[in-house]
């Protein structure tokens, strides 16, 4: 079954990505938006476009109810969920396919155990997948977490079962340290949570953020190779590279192998990432989880590989077998991607919304930029922050560093302040040319600069 | 005299701190200049909003999860 009405159930540049795949496909698009997306790029890129609610996501974006209902009066016969929203719901993947739509990505079942961290821990571990040692489940008491501890290696991770928000998280770097970690813990997990169950997990120090692109039709899988996305604010990651710059061919190898056979074994279908930890000291890498939907950072797999992952995702879902072998995938150059948030990185990253009055896009060989700004739009303040990403490839990752530095200086966004300020100092930092980086780097380096940051903005009015 | 409070951005006004929660101020509290008054959340953010002005909070013009722009009424504090 092919596809030729696509519903694209999302917003922003990815929308945008999202139609420029299925037009050259020769499908139409018809863009499902909330009341305040009228006026958006993507619905006015679109062949047809159907508001679905008000500017709420709750009521529109994430309704599934109104999805499906414009997806019926619009003859739409597919859905693409894009990132985020229902992307990764496997009630609204269930609905669709109920409806005798098609889900552009997994099977719902998929997207349920994948998004089931013990589960998708549990599948890992059977496709013999590393994860990261620890305990399976809680810690009873002292003598069971000493004896695992001393199994799995100092320093170890504390961590509340009941956890988030960083509560209840403590680390051990000895065993004499390990009895009073764990009662802190305990003892305030208890108070955070009303619940003082522990488990433990190896403690990665200064781990790297990479992760595998696969690609898979239901019978076989693929990878596209990796991603590092270590640098990171607030876990969200604002600066991607492939390949990574950190990895021996030995090790990248076995990662990405890592990666298909996981893919393999849930007879994954689509485009989705396996994100895992990797610690430099003893070349070891750890599956941490799956998303399984099209990623932010997709593009720079896309700029190394030349494959367009979006279509084939399209492709696949229209019932295509994958038309590359692993062998036809190969690596080529370097390529960054820079998110451009609408955010004010000389005052905490305080959000900017507002109207763009004078928009200036780089462009010129290897220099790509993905946005849903267009001169006069008014960006909303009821979205995330992303504008665009600027995507650089270059056959080298020292050029491609260049090109960044000289496209962003290209790039001009007025009348609402963009985290490009903070990539045109980044591209110049020892660490970052070095690719001496780890997941804690960039805040460590925002907290030490931020006086600079903010002598450059009154210099530069 | 009663002063108006603004919006300092745009986005969607709440007035309590999480939904089951009771409000920051009602009608007729009494405010004192830096209270928390309200957060809006802007792309995805949440920012507290601040009174501006000492004295009695006469109306609040615009109600719990409203979508707001900047530069916007939000309350008329009545100052002593």
């Known amino acids: 079954m092919t596809i030729s009405r696509l519903l694209i159930a999302n917003r922003g540049e990815i929308a945008v990505r999202i139609q420029r795949a299925a037009r050259e496909l020769g499908i139409k698009t018809i863009q499902a938006h909330s009341a305040a997306d009228a006026d958006s790029l993507a619905v006015r890129m679109a062949d047809e476009a159907i508001n679905i609610g008000p500017f709420q996501a709750a009521k529109s974006y994430l309704n599934i109810e109104a999805v499906l209902a414009a997806a019926r009066q619009t003859g739409a016969d597919a859905i693409h969920p894009g990132y985020g929203f229902l992307s990764e719901n496997p009630v609204f993947a269930e609905a669709v396919e109920a409806a005798g739509l098609i889900f552009v990505g997994p099977k719902s079942e998929t997207i349920r155990t994948m998004g089931d961290k013990a589960a998708a821990r549990g599948a890992a571990q059977r496709a013999g997948v590393p994860v990261v040692p620890g305990s399976e489940g809680r810690v009873e008491d002292r003598d069971e977490a000493r004896k695992l501890a001393e199994k799995i290696g100092f320093p170890v991770m504390i961590k509340a079962s009941a956890g988030g928000g960083g509560r209840g998280i403590r680390v051990a770097e000895t065993a004499e340290a390990l009895g009073a970690a764990l009662d802190q813990a305990a003892a305030e997990a208890k108070a955070a949570f009303g619940d003082g169950g522990l488990y433990l997990e190896k403690f990665i120090g200064n781990a790297r953020h990479i992760e595998v692109q696969v690609l898979g039709d239901g019978v076989s899988a693929i990878h596209c190779y990796e991603r590092e996305c270590s640098l990171q604010r607030r876990r969200q990651k604002i600066w991607e590279e492939a390949p990574a710059s950190v990895l021996s061919s030995d090790v990248r190898e076995a990662l990405c192998a890592s990666a298909v056979a996981l893919a393999s074994s849930v007879s994954y279908r689509g485009a989705g990432t396996l994100e895992y930890l990797y610690d430099e000291k003893s070349r070891r890498f750890y599956f941490i989880e799956m998303n399984t939907r099209i990623q932010v950072e997709h593009p720079v797999t896309e700029m190394i590989t030349g494959i367009d992952l979006v279509r084939e995702m399209i492709c696949i879902a229209g019932g295509q077998p994958l038309r590359y072998k692993q062998c036809d995938v190969r690596v080529s150059g370097h390529a960054i991607e820079v998110r451009i948030n609408a955010e004010d990185g000389a005052h905490d990253f305080r959000p900017s919304p507002g109207k763009v009055t004078a928009l200036r896009v780089p462009g010129g060989m290897g220099t790509r930029f993905d946005t849903l700004l267009y001169p006069g739009y008014t960006v909303s303040p009821f979205y995330d922050s992303l504008l665009g990403k600027l995507i650089v490839w270059d056959t080298s990752r020292e050029m491609a560093l260049r090109r960044l530095g000289r496209a962003l200086g290209e790039l001009n966004i007025e009348g609402v302040i963009t985290t490009a300020p903070v990539f045109e100092r980044l591209v110049e930092v020892p660490e970052i040319r070095a690719g001496a980086f780890h997941t804690r780097w960039l805040e460590q380096w925002l907290t030490t600069t931020k006086p600079q940051v903010a002598v450059m903005e009154q210099s530069n009015p | ?80």
């Open chain 2, 1 to 80: 005299m009663s002063k108006e409070l603004l919006a300092p951005l745009p986005g969607v006004f709440y007035r309590k701190p999480a939904p089951d929660k009771p409000a920051y101020k009602s009608e007729g509290d009494m405010v004192a200049v830096g209270d928390v008054v309200g957060l809006i959340e802007v792309m995805k953010s949440f920012i507290e909003v601040h009174a501006d002005a000492s004295g009695k909070i006469v109306r609040f013009v615009v109600g719990d999860e409203e979508p707001i722009m900047a530069g916007q009424s939000l309350l008329e504090i009545e100052q002593a």
